[in-house]
């Protein structure tokens, strides 16, 4: 095993990370995979001592139970990223980016930035990964060490972006998991970061957060054991009515349903809900 069992986040909101990376490590183990994802079982194996055999198992077990939505909605946002990079966007924002690969998988061009915003302890055991690996990325990576609770515009800018250039900003869960007065701050400060041309996509979930998978989720967050209650997040993200703000913000939204996007995808994932999707926003010009 390598020196980096001890940065390996095993509990708070950075092990949630480790978790979206164990369910792409076993989507690029399939035949029929939507993506692939070489480092993701790095990320695996590197992280697994560090949570010794009982929680590793408590973690994987809620992979699996997370897995298949998750990992198309990996793909959805994959496809996002393809058709702005297409479109001509060269600067890409990951808010909470976790262990996030594309600046390495998706073979990018080297005019593209990626901006990658999370806090200290994901990258505390992330960039050993990478660099134990050997990874290389095709296009700019930005490391930005931030809190999203706190002042992360000074740092996005310290590390070198640019206000001038459209930007896409992906939010792929950690928006979900802040409060509605720090959801909102995110969204006010990264509308106000945008050039005209910048693109948006909120994910809306109708969360279940008192779902089985939900409750193991906070304990294991929390770092408690399985039969131990913990309280409900503050916001039900039913609630959380981003498409109005972006509007306000100078934003045009447009909302995409879950199921219209995985219809081709040949994966069983549609949803009964229809309000389930994706806010797709183009910021306006002034
Ligand atoms: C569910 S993970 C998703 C990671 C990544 N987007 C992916 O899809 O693999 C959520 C990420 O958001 C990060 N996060 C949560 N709250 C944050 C905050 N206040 N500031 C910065 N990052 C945060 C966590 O550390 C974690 O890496």
Redesign the pocket.
């Known amino acids: 095993m390598t020196g980096q069992t001890s940065n390996v986040p095993v509990a708070g909101?950075?092990m949630?990370?480790v978790g979206?990376a164990v369910i792409r490590a076993r989507e690029t183990a399939r035949a029929d995979r939507l993506y692939a994802d070489p480092l993701a079982q790095a990320f695996a194996d590197a992280a697994r001592a560090g949570f010794g055999e009982q929680r590793w198992a408590r973690l994987t077990a809620l992979a699996d139970q997370f897995y298949e939505g998750r990992t198309v909605g990996v793909r959805l946002v994959d496809d996002r990223f393809r058709a702005a990079v297409d479109a001509g966007i060269g600067q890409f924002v990951?808010l909470?980016?976790?262990?996030?690969t594309r600046a390495f998988r998706m073979d990018l061009p080297a005019r593209v930035r990626i901006f990658e915003?999370?806090?200290p302890e994901?990258f505390a055991f992330k960039e050993p990964v990478l660099d134990r690996v050997g990874a290389v990325a095709s296009c700019g990576r930005h490391v930005v060490v931030?809190?999203?609770?706190s002042d992360w515009q000074k740092a996005l800018l310290d590390s070198g972006f640019r206000t001038d250039l459209p930007t896409s900003w992906i939010d792929?869960?950690?928006l979900g998991?802040?409060t509605q007065q720090w959801n909102q701050r995110v969204v006010t400060t990264l509308s106000g970061l945008s050039a005209p041309g910048s693109l948006f996509g909120a994910s809306r979930l109708i969360a279940e957060p008192d779902g089985a998978r939900y409750r193991e989720l906070r304990r294991m967050v929390a770092d408690v054991a399985p039969d131990v209650e913990v309280p409900l997040e503050p916001v039900a993200e039913a609630d959380f009515d981003i498409e109005r703000w972006l509007g306000e913000l100078g934003w045009d939204t447009e909302f995409r349903s879950w199921n219209e996007m995985v219809a081709g995808l040949g994966r069983p994932v549609t949803l009964p809900d229809p309000r389930i999707g994706t806010i797709a926003a183009v910021r306006r010009a002034d």
């Open positions: 909101v950075a949630t990370a979206v990951l909470g980016a976790g262990l996030d915003i999370d806090l994901t931030a809190d999203l609770r792929e869960g950690s998991r802040l």
